[in-house]
């Protein structure tokens, strides 16, 4: 062998790595055309009521008074970010969204590892805790509604320490720890969902290996599981944090925006739809448009998981 000449052994891993780096780039080929006309369909459905919403911010337009719409540029944008109350309303909305993620990533957790590891009736176990999702959101509201409902609720009678008399609605944090409530009853589900998926990847010799080295439960946690379920975690948590940000059944239903209890996307609504102010409506849509956006970025920024990597490419 000269001195110019690589070894045996370097070619062939050279060759094995050229190998996966065609397959990896031929894969994201096949996956960028089996997406494409997904993507081209959601853009022709999106993309004309996002620039209608631009469109009408830029005026100071009444759907009562049609013929007296002014072009205004960016005063209404002006108007909606120095307003109190659109920033009481995204501090509601945050508080609801970090409150009620936090909770189901828990719970969720706690859920998925059950239904991983049942082993008896796994159908019906799993059945069971997927039901609240199933409900319809409007439907759980109502529901909700009747529980801490003053007249006739249960909630007063089974909770210790509260009185027969309390009026769940009748105050700012009650009201909010109500809709917080029924919104982790509703979407925890999804999350344990999700989170099962994650789960079901975690290798089980990973996990016998760990045992076997004298990891304790929490060690195997902590160490095994969790690291490997990286990616599944972000992605329930950014889809349940985009989805509770924009909140607005359970609020519309039980406290129709009463004690301060509305989130942006009811402030939207009350904008465009009760009050037919379709320019300040339309600004709000855009500035919950844009704040989903910067959400979605920031979360996966926090999480930093590389999905290529987590899949198992390169």
């Known amino acids: 062998m000269t001195a110019t000449q690589a070894p045996p052994k370097q ?18 080929r096949l996956g960028q055309k089996l997406v494409a006309p997904a993507v081209v369909l959601m853009l022709l459905v999106t993309a004309y009521p996002m620039l209608q919403a631009l469109y009408l911010s830029m005026f100071r337009y009444r759907l009562t008074a049609p013929d007296d719409r002014e072009f205004i540029w960016f005063s209404n944008y002006a108007t909606v970010l120095t307003d109190r109350l659109f920033w009481q309303d995204t501090w ?30 796994r159908g019906v176990v799993r059945t069971s805790i997927l039901i609240p999702y199933g409900i319809i959101t409007v439907v759980s509201a109502f529901a909700w509604q009747f529980a801490f409902s003053l007249n ?13 008399n309390f009026n ?16 982790i009853w509703k979407t925890t589900p999804f999350m344990a969902l999700l989170l099962l ?14 045992k076997v080295d004298g990891a304790t439960w929490w060690q195997r946690l902590t160490k095994v599981i969790l690291p490997n379920m990286r990616a599944a975690i972000m992605v329930a948590v950014l889809f349940r944090a985009l989805d509770a940000y924009r909140i607005f059944d359970n609020i519309f239903v039980m406290t129709k925006g009463a004690q301060d209890t509305e989130s942006v996307s009811f402030l939207t609504y009350r904008q465009s739809i009760e009050q037919v102010q379709l320019g300040l409506g339309s600004a709000l849509s855009v500035l919950l448009f844009l704040s989903v956006l910067l959400l979605a970025w920031g979360i996966v920024k926090v999480f930093r998981v590389d999905l290529a990597q987590a899949r198992g490419e390169g």
Request: glycine share 6%.
């Open 168 to 183: 769940w609605f009748g105050d700012h944090w009650p009201a909010m720890f109500a809709i917080m409530v029924s919104e």
């Open 197 to 210: 998926a994650g789960l079901s990847q975690v290798s089980e010799d990973m996990l016998e290996a760990a």
């Open 92 to 121: 509601n909305t945050l508080l609801i969204m970090v409150v009620t993620v936090a909770i189901e990533l828990v719970i969720g957790f706690a859920f998925a590892m059950v239904m991983h590891r049942v082993v008896f009736a």
């Open 11 to 28: 070619d062939s891993a050279r060759q094995a790595r050229a190998v996966g780096s065609d397959r990896s780039k031929a894969e994201n």
């Open 152 to 164: 006739n609720g249960f909630v007063n009678s089974w909770v210790p320490f509260i009185e027969d």
